[in-house]
């Protein structure tokens, strides 16, 4: 399985840009790239994906490098509640699996 | 729409009682998962299921059984608890395509004393 890696934590202030990175330098041609965040006491939600192109939604923008062993979630303008552990996780697609396995994840605390 | 739903959001077993976590999506998606979360720690896929009658163990999938009768529902069996099951446990359901999003239910917290 391809993996990920991310930071623990990160840190921003409130109504600033915050770029989360990840690695995924074993990525495979065919893997989309996925974003998911996880509130406090909340199931995951999904952010973004994409595969080789930036790609952006009103959520957040996703910075994908030309060779795509790395990828950047870019939320412009940091808010309270965008505290939440950001996950960074690519489509698995051995045969006819579709795992979704995820990282450890990075933790961002926005300060007011 | 109710997306991904599961019963119960909380329980307390008993080493040793069994129990089952429900799960159900409405969105007629093929492919359904079950996670654990340890306290601040990442998920951890237990078992998954690309259609009904299909199931495929996942990174930790020792003490737990699952079934896939129907599209709809993905039930989690624990036969024997232990306290190392103790967890928050998450389901979640997406549809076929690597560039398709996944939908997650609120998940079940799970005491095992």
């Known amino acids: 399985d391809a993996k990920t890696t991310q930071p623990n934590s990160m840190e921003s202030n409130e109504e600033e840009p915050v770029h989360l990175p990840c690695n995924h330098s074993?990525?495979?041609?065919?893997?989309?790239i996925h974003w998911y965040r996880q509130l406090p006491s909340q199931g995951p939600e999904y952010v973004i994906h994409?595969?080789?192109s930036n790609v952006n939604n009103r959520m957040a923008s996703l910075a994908i490098a030309e060779d795509r062993k790395s990828s950047t979630l870019i939320l412009h303008r940091a808010t309270l509640r965008d505290a939440a552990v950001y996950y960074c996780i690519l489509r698995d697609f051995g045969g006819a699996t579709n795992k979704l396995i995820f990282g450890t994840g990075t933790l961002l605390a926005v300060q007011p | 729409n109710a997306g991904v739903t599961q019963t119960p959001k909380f329980r307390i077993l008993k080493i040793g009682q069994s129990m089952t976590l429900q799960c159900a999506q409405d969105?007629?998606?093929?492919?359904m998962y079950w996670y654990r979360q340890d306290p601040g720690m990442g998920l951890k896929l237990i078992y998954y299921?690309?259609?009904?009658?299909?199931?495929d163990k996942g990174e930790v999938p020792n003490g737990y059984n699952v079934s896939r009768s129907t599209t709809e529902d993905f039930p989690l069996r624990l036969e024997l608890a232990a306290p190392s099951q103790t967890s928050v446990y998450f389901c979640a359901s997406t549809d076929r395509g690597r560039n398709t999003e996944a939908f997650f239910g609120q998940g079940t917290r799970l005491t095992v004393v």
């Open positions: 969105m007629n998606h093929n492919y």
């Open positions: 074993t990525i495979s041609g065919t893997d989309y």
């Open positions: 299921s690309v259609g009904a009658g299909i199931t």
């Open positions: 994409g595969l080789t």
